[in-house]
């Protein structure tokens, strides 16, 4: 990974962090979009969770998170571990919790952080 998509997958996990979900969005799509390697499909899955939470966060749209974060699920699980310092296997662990609520239709009380290690 290069220092500059280094830098900007920082400033993604940032805003995801203050729950900024759009901008962090928009940082991913940059990224996502620049990327042209085998880290193209980890981006678009971190974009389907900011896309998610921002569903439930402003529109209160389930039906558009659960879309969301299910296709972020899918893409994601084929990482194993930690890849490029985010804990992918405990983000997959939390995005089931949420999705598992949501299914209840209860708002999930907290929602995830993303610790790069």
């Known amino acids: 990974m290069s220092d500059y998509n280094r830098s900007r997958l920082i400033a993604a996990i ?27 499909e980890l981006y678009q899955g ?3 969770i ?16 659960m879309l969301q974060l299910t ?20 983000l997959l662990k939390q995005i089931r919790s949420i999705k598992n609520r949501l299914k209840k239709k209860e708002v999930p009380m907290r929602l995830p952080k993303i610790i790069l290690q």
């Open 71 to 90: 296709k972020a699920e899918n893409i994601l699980e084929k990482y194993p571990g930690v890849v490029q310092g985010i804990d992918l296997s405990k």
């Open 14 to 40: 940032n805003e995801f962090n203050r729950k900024d979900f759009f901008e962090c969005h928009e940082i991913l799509e940059d990224i996502w979009f620049d990327e042209r390697g085998s880290s193209r």
């Open 50 to 65: 900011a896309v998610g939470f921002y569903h439930l966060t402003k529109k209160n749209n389930f039906k558009g998170t």
């Open 46 to 48: 971190l974009l389907h």
